[in-house]
C-alpha cells in the first residue's frame, strides 16, 4: 500500500498548519535510479495572499512564481543568490499561491549517494541542513520546478514509525527575510528540536 501523501492533503488551506505537520513525514527522491530519503525536521511557511515574505506577495505573477499558483501538490523550485536549489512544496487550491520550504532532513536512506552529491566524506549535519544543502543532496534542482509531488522522482510518504510529542516541535521566526516588514517576526519556522539535522536553532 502507497505510503505517498495525496493530492488532498497538499490542498488543505492552512499552509501554516501544514508546515507544522510535514514535520517527521518522510521526503524521497529518486532520481537516475539513486533513491534517497530523509525525516523533515525543518520547514517554513509562505502564505501567498498576505505574507510579505512570499514570492507572491501582493498577486505577483512571473515566469518564476507561475507555478505557486497552481492546485497544491507540485514543486515550486527556485535558485537562491545564483548557488543554492531551494525546494518548496505548494499547497491550497489553485491561485492561492501558498509554498512551504523544506530546509532541512535527517539523512535515513542513501546516505553515500548524498555524500558524492555534496563532496563529502562523512555524515555530519551539514549534509541535509539547511534548504540549499537539502536540494543539492535529493539532487533537486529547477528541472523539478512543478513536478508533481504523487509522481516518481520527488514525493513524501506519512512516516508512522517515528514517535515525537508536541514540545519536540519548536516554533519560531523565518530565517533571512529582513525585506519582509513586520511580517518578518511571524512564528512560520518549525523544526524538531530533537534532532541534530536542523539549520538553525
Given at each position: 500500500?502507497?505510503?505517498?501523501?495525496?493530492?488532498?492533503?497538499?490542498?488543505?488551506?492552512?499552509?501554516?498548519?501544514?508546515?507544522?505537520?510535514?514535520?517527521?513525514?518522510?521526503?524521497?527522491?529518486?532520481?537516475?535510479?539513486?533513491?534517497?530519503?530523509?525525516?523533515?525536521?525543518?520547514?517554513?511557511?509562505?502564505r501567498g495572499y498576505d505574507d510579505k515574505a512570499?514570492?507572491?506577495?501582493?498577486?505577483?505573477?512571473?515566469?518564476?512564481?507561475?507555478?505557486?499558483?497552481?492546485?497544491?501538490?507540485?514543486?515550486?523550485?527556485?535558485?537562491?543568490?545564483?548557488?543554492?536549489?531551494?525546494?518548496?512544496?505548494?499547497?491550497?487550491?489553485?491561485?492561492?499561491?501558498?509554498?512551504?520550504?523544506?530546509?532541512?532532513?535527517?539523512?535515513?536512506?542513501?546516505?553515500?549517494?548524498?555524500?558524492?552529491?555534496?563532496?563529502?566524506?562523512?555524515?555530519?549535519?551539514?549534509?541535509?541542513?539547511?534548504p540549499g544543502n537539502f536540494s543539492k543532496a535529493?539532487?533537486?534542482?529547477?528541472?523539478?520546478?512543478?513536478?508533481?509531488?504523487?509522481?516518481?522522482?520527488?514525493?513524501?510518504?506519512?512516516?508512522?514509525?517515528?514517535?515525537?510529542?508536541?514540545?519536540?516541535?519548536?516554533?519560531?521566526?523565518?530565517?533571512?527575510?529582513?525585506?519582509?516588514?513586520?511580517?518578518?517576526?511571524?512564528?512560520?519556522?518549525?523544526?524538531?528540536?530533537?534532532?541534530?539535522?536542523?539549520?538553525?536553532?
Amino acid at each position: 500500500m502507497s505510503q505517498k501523501l495525496p493530492l488532498s492533503y497538499y490542498q488543505q488551506n492552512d499552509v501554516v498548519y501544514l508546515a507544522k505537520n510535514l514535520i517527521g513525514k518522510k521526503v524521497v527522491s529518486n532520481i537516475n535510479g539513486e533513491l534517497t530519503s530523509g525525516i523533515i525536521t525543518e520547514t517554513e511557511a509562505y502564505r501567498g495572499y498576505d505574507d510579505k515574505a512570499c514570492h507572491a506577495h501582493l498577486g505577483c505573477f512571473t515566469d518564476r512564481t507561475k507555478v505557486m499558483y497552481e492546485p497544491g501538490g507540485v514543486a515550486y523550485v527556485y535558485l537562491c543568490y545564483g548557488i543554492h536549489h531551494l525546494f518548496n512544496i505548494i499547497t491550497n487550491i489553485d491561485g492561492n499561491a501558498d509554498a512551504i520550504l523544506i530546509r532541512a532532513v535527517e539523512p535515513v536512506q542513501g546516505v553515500e549517494i548524498m555524500l558524492k552529491r555534496r563532496g563529502k566524506k562523512k555524515l555530519d549535519k551539514t549534509l541535509t541542513s539547511g534548504p540549499g544543502n537539502f536540494s543539492k543532496a535529493f539532487a533537486l534542482d529547477k528541472s523539478h520546478y512543478g513536478a508533481g509531488l504523487t509522481g516518481d522522482e520527488v514525493w513524501i510518504e506519512k512516516n508512522d514509525l517515528l514517535r515525537f510529542r508536541e514540545s519536540d516541535i519548536t516554533s519560531t521566526t523565518r530565517i533571512g527575510i529582513d525585506y519582509a516588514g513586520d511580517d518578518k517576526h511571524l512564528p512560520w519556522r518549525f523544526y524538531l528540536n530533537t534532532s541534530q539535522f536542523v539549520s538553525k536553532r
